[in-house]
């Protein structure tokens, strides 16, 4: 097979895409990105197919969805292990630490100027280097994976938040002041919704680095399931297709998690100015 077939591909596709860009709908937005990701699956299936690479460096997509509907089963037990189990539990707690730690930060000057630094160390260790410690701390299940990612996602977070509570003006507190608001008073009605916007960017930010820490913890231990054991020993069996899959449902994962929060985001800050221009 020569190149002009996958080019003539590439030009129509280009052509189409061209040509409904003109209209600004939220349905020709949509088919655009639609065109564009089914181009890329039908380029890459022919560039396989056309230069006969190894399915040991890329499988084509047949063999990938092949690989997929014969592990189903397999695919759906390390998604629980790994996403549900540790990445979900450890984002969780870390994001629940990190509020609790920028509340304290907030109310005490003194800890904003110790837990921020060590925050700010925490975050700069490398997870190749954490991640076996904490495997040895926690046991080969998805608790040390847990563990790993609530290091992971605490000071993006923690930074956001303590951003978020000190967003008010001078005139909004000394209006508190003036009423004679407590500092819990003023917490929840003040300085927790002025927060929002902030705590949603460093939870929309860590989604993706729950996977990613909840999939690199398990290379260094983990039963027999998991999403990095699986990718671990496919790639020892050269089933490269089984790994390209575990890769798919990552990024399905990731982007319904991703999804997920800037959907609750919507919902909660309905009121702020970056969610009004977006509805218009």
Same mark, same amino acid.
């Given at each position: 097979?020569?190149?002009?077939?996958?080019?003539?591909?590439?030009?129509?596709?280009?052509?189409?895409n061209?040509? /409904?860009? !003109?209209?600004?709908?939220r349905?020709?937005? @949509?088919?655009? %990105?639609l065109?564009?990701?089914?181009?890329?699956? $039908? +380029?890459?299936?022919?560039?396989v197919?056309?230069?006969?690479?190894?399915?040991?460096?890329?499988?084509?997509?047949?063999?990938?969805a092949?690989?997929?509907?014969?592990?189903?089963?397999?695919?759906?037990?390390?998604?629980?292990?790994?996403?549900?189990?540790?990445?979900?539990?450890?984002?969780?707690?870390?994001?629940?630490?990190?509020?609790?730690?920028?509340?304290?930060?907030?109310?005490?000057p003194? /800890?904003? !100027?110790?837990?921020?630094?060590?925050?700010? @160390?925490v975050? %700069?260790?490398?997870?190749?280097?954490?991640?076996? $410690? +904490?495997v040895?701390?926690f046991?080969?299940?998805w608790?040390?994976k847990?563990?790993?990612?609530?290091?992971?996602?605490?000071?993006?977070?923690?930074?956001?938040?303590?951003?978020?509570?000190?967003a008010?003006?001078?005139?909004?507190?000394?209006?508190?002041?003036?009423?004679?608001?407590?500092?819990?008073?003023?917490?929840?009605?003040?300085?927790?919704p002025?927060?929002?916007?902030?705590?949603?960017?460093?939870?929309?930010?860590?989604?993706?680095?729950?996977?990613?820490?909840?999939?690199v913890?398990?290379?260094?231990?983990?039963?027999?399931?998991?999403?990095g054991?699986?990718?671990?020993?496919?790639?020892?069996?050269?089933?490269?297709?089984l790994?390209?899959?575990?890769?798919l449902?990552?990024a399905?994962?990731?982007?319904l998690?991703?999804?997920?929060?800037?959907?609750?985001?919507?919902?909660?800050?309905?009121?702020?100015?970056s969610?009004?221009?977006?509805?218009?």
């Amino acid at each position: 097979m020569s190149a002009l077939p996958i080019i003539a591909v590439w030009l129509g596709g280009w052509a189409l895409n061209a040509w /409904l860009a !003109r209209f600004d709908t939220r349905l020709s937005r @949509f088919l655009v %990105a639609l065109i564009f990701g089914i181009t890329l699956l $039908i +380029l890459w299936e022919m560039t396989v197919r056309a230069y006969a690479i190894p399915t040991v460096i890329l499988p084509a997509p047949s063999q990938i969805a092949a690989s997929f509907t014969q592990n189903t089963a397999i695919l759906w037990g390390d998604f629980v292990q790994t996403i549900l189990k540790g990445a979900l539990s450890g984002w969780v707690l870390g994001a629940a630490a990190a509020i609790a730690t920028a509340i304290a930060i907030d109310r005490s000057p003194f /800890l904003q !100027r110790g837990l921020l630094p060590v925050g700010n @160390f925490v975050a %700069a260790l490398p997870i190749v280097g954490i991640a076996p $410690i +904490l495997v040895m701390w926690f046991g080969f299940d998805w608790q040390s994976k847990a563990a790993v990612v609530v290091v992971m996602v605490f000071f993006p977070i923690l930074v956001n938040m303590v951003a978020g509570l000190a967003a008010t003006d001078q005139m909004q507190r000394d209006q508190m002041a003036t009423w004679a608001a407590p500092y819990w008073q003023s917490l929840a009605k003040m300085r927790l919704p002025a927060a929002m916007p902030f705590l949603f960017n460093g939870l929309k930010i860590t989604t993706t680095l729950a996977l990613i820490g909840a999939i690199v913890a398990e290379f260094f231990g983990s039963p027999t399931r998991g999403m990095g054991f699986r990718i671990s020993t496919a790639v020892g069996r050269l089933d490269l297709p089984l790994v390209w899959a575990e890769i798919l449902v990552a990024a399905i994962a990731g982007s319904l998690f991703y999804g997920i929060v800037a959907l609750i985001e919507k919902k909660v800050t309905f009121w702020h100015p970056s969610q009004r221009k977006q509805r218009g």
